[in-house]
């Protein structure tokens, strides 16, 4: 299974203002998680074109009925793994700190499996979230980590102006792994094919 992971889009608009290159980076996704900051519910409904959509709200996100949009966090189970999500893994609490510039997390010495579940209310194989607009991607006792990082106003390790990330997960036979895709790339290589 193909999941998408997406977050920070902060649309200003209607939501449908998405840039095409990131529905392309997105093609071929089974579920698509957003983890807050939309803005918008237009931007859940844009993403819909492409696959099912679940997500958590970021600080001010608006509000839906239905289960689409959680508020805070939620767990997806997915081929046997649990999916924790949160728009800010410091937040609700416990928190795991991210680092001074905001590009990785300040693990606690030990306990995170506890403290991952507590945060959840159940444990998780896999947590997705984003708030620092900063890609990350890696494992710690067990539990992968994952910031899709932003694939519209993307962090410092891009250029002011381009199009930034979103990540992809990879669910088989109990096994995850994740993928970091560049929009700008995937939006060059789709100019090119279209080009000839």
Not at 18 to 30: E, N
Not at 45 to 69: I, K, M, N, S, T
Not at 79 to 96: A, E, F, N, R, T
Not at 130 to 135: A, F, P, S, V, Y
Request: glycine residues 12%; charged residues 20%; proline residues 7%.
């Amino acid at each position: 299974m193909k999941i998408g992971v997406i977050s920070d889009t902060h649309s200003a608009g209607s939501g449908w203002d998405l840039p095409k290159p990131v529905l392309y980076a997105l093609a071929g996704c089974d579920l698509i998680l957003h983890c807050g900051d939309l803005e918008c519910i237009g931007v859940l409904d844009c993403l819909e074109q492409v696959a099912p959509v679940l997500a958590v709200r970021g600080y001010e996100d608006p509000r839906e009925p239905g289960d689409r949009l959680a508020d805070t966090t939620r767990v997806v189970t997915v081929s046997g793994l649990k999916i924790g999500m949160v728009h800010d893994i410091q937040w609700p609490s416990p928190s795991i700190p991210t680092s001074p510039d905001g590009t990785g997390l300040v693990y606690p010495a030990s306990g995170l499996r506890e403290l991952v579940a507590r945060k959840f209310g159940e444990s998780v194989d896999v947590v997705v979230f984003g708030d620092t607009h900063e890609e990350l991607i890696e494992w710690q006792d067990g539990v992968l980590f994952v910031n899709p990082g932003s694939p519209t106003y993307p962090g410092r390790r891009h250029s002011t102006g381009s199009l930034g990330t979103v990540a992809l997960l990879y669910i088989d036979d109990g096994r995850v792994e994740a993928e970091l895709v560049d929009v700008a790339e995937v939006h060059q290589n789709t100019r090119e094919k279209i080009n000839g």
